[in-house]
């Protein structure tokens, strides 16, 4: 128990020297799945990372989810994260998106494992991010300097699992729109006094998100008593284009942004350590070959690497 009690104090502590995001995408892979679905079972995963979004933006943040199941393969959890993002229009900081929720394990026969989930992703940090220059000028900050997405989603993914392989997929549904971001960038406007360095960043403002459906497959590929190592893909396809909301002359108006619809496509892997039963270390990391054109929602990351350790606490 002290040793991993000391395991976590550390990463904790590193982590505010590590650049980070949760997950490359919004919604799959940031529900994290129980290791132990006993009955009456306490168990955590605590994860940080490197990651890099577009315009060397470095998001750096840490994240607890906690499991508890009251029945036997039935676990409540909930997650939180805390960012910190770091780029050349300043630095952020503040709480991310909770998840919270019930997931369900069925036991097949001949080792076939179904695991369920269902959970709310909601921002608990709503408020409009700012950035002052020298010149005394206060502006918006773009979506990727948010910690968290400002809306609320419904998250839901089902896991199967059989000999070397794990195929999960997934659907993330948006739910109230849009966020509270009011970033626009010199391009879109008439006459701006903001420092052309905006220009690299997608408008924002207004942003209303549609859905998102993911998999991911992983296969075993090398195996040993403590280490196991996958690899694989996870595909995300975003249903439709985002769509910009604002008032002009007193209406309400809307567009698209062209290209933020359709296919990332991340490969992905992860090195699974066995500390003792019920303690793994991993180490994951994802890189996508394809990307949507346009991501003013924040969520592009030019690669992703995370640590976590995940165990029982009873």
Not at 65 to 87: E, H, Q, R
Request: glycine share 8%; net charge negative.
């Amino acid at each position: 128990m002290k040793n991993k009690l000391l395991i976590i104090i550390m990463m904790i502590i590193s982590s505010y020297n590590l650049y980070s995001q949760g997950c490359s995408d919004a919604g799959l892979c940031t529900i994290q799945m129980n290791h132990d679905d006993k009955a009456s079972s306490l168990n955590y995963n605590y994860s940080i990372g490197l990651g890099l979004s577009s315009n060397n933006v470095l998001i750096n943040s840490y994240k607890m989810t906690l499991f508890y199941s009251p029945l036997d393969k039935v676990t409540i959890f909930a997650g939180l994260p805390f960012s910190i993002i770091n780029g050349n229009l300043g630095t952020q900081t503040g709480v991310g998106d909770i998840d919270f929720g019930i997931q369900y394990a069925l036991h097949l026969e001949n080792e076939h494992l179904i695991k369920y989930s269902m959970s709310l992703k909601s921002s608990l940090d709503r408020e409009e991010r700012y950035t002052i220059f020298p010149s005394g000028i206060a502006e918006p900050l773009p979506m990727v300097y948010h910690p968290s997405l400002g809306n609320d989603n419904l998250i839901i993914v089902i896991d199967y699992l059989f000999d070397k392989w794990e195929i999960s997929g997934g659907v993330l549904i948006p739910f109230t729109q849009p966020n509270n971001n009011m970033f626009i960038t010199n391009s879109d406007l008439d006459n701006s006094i903001v420092p052309y360095i905006f220009d690299e960043y997608l408008t924002s403002a207004g942003l209303e998100r549609s859905e998102d459906v993911m998999i991911r497959a992983k296969r075993e590929v090398y195996k040993t008593d403590k280490f196991t190592v996958k690899a694989g893909i996870n595909p995300i396809y975003r249903l439709s284009n985002n769509i910009v909301n604002f008032i002009e002359n007193g209406v309400d108006k809307s567009f698209e942004i062209e290209g933020s619809g359709g296919l990332t496509l991340n490969i992905i892997g992860d090195i699974n350590y066995q500390l003792s039963e019920s303690t793994f270390l991993t180490f994951a990391i994802g890189i996508p070959t394809i990307a949507r054109q346009n991501q003013n929602d924040g969520l592009l990351r030019m690669f992703q690497a995370n640590l976590s350790i995940s165990g029982s606490i009873f």
